[in-house]
């Protein structure tokens, strides 16, 4: 992420919320988060690889998902939301381009860029 757009934007306050949950989910349901750094123009997040892709392309390339895998999703997707819950987060961008896949076929919540804090 470029720092001179973060702050052009005003969405220093953003990168801080998806670092902060990031480090503080450890939970089976949220992106790993690997190591954060930055250079003189850029921040990095480094996130754990998910070969399974996102919901999005998923229902992209089905067209129709199977009921009992759409069933399979939503159960899983309540207990991800569920959890950020638990840790008194709001997610509030959840769509299927922030809904990762893993390689057995579960689910992973991604960007959290506008996500609040419940304190």
Excluded at 7 to 12: E, G, P, R, T, V
Excluded at 26 to 39: A, R
Excluded at 42 to 65: C, H, S
């Amino acid at each position: 992420m470029k720092k001179s757009e973060m702050i052009f934007k005003n969405q220093l306050g953003h990168v801080r919320a998806e670092r902060d949950i990031l480090v503080n989910a450890n939970c089976p349901w949220v992106v790993e988060l690997k190591c954060s750094f930055q250079d003189e123009n850029n921040l990095y997040l480094v996130m754990e690889f998910l070969r399974g892709g996102d919901l999005m392309t998923l229902l992209i390339k089905q067209d129709i998902i199977p009921e009992k895998d759409a069933k399979f999703y939503i159960a899983e997707l309540v207990l991800a939301v569920e959890s950020i819950h638990k840790l008194r987060y709001i997610h509030r961008d959840l769509k299927p381009d922030n809904i990762l896949i893993d390689e057995n076929g579960h689910l992973k919540l991604s960007d959290f860029g506008l996500c609040k804090h419940m304190g």
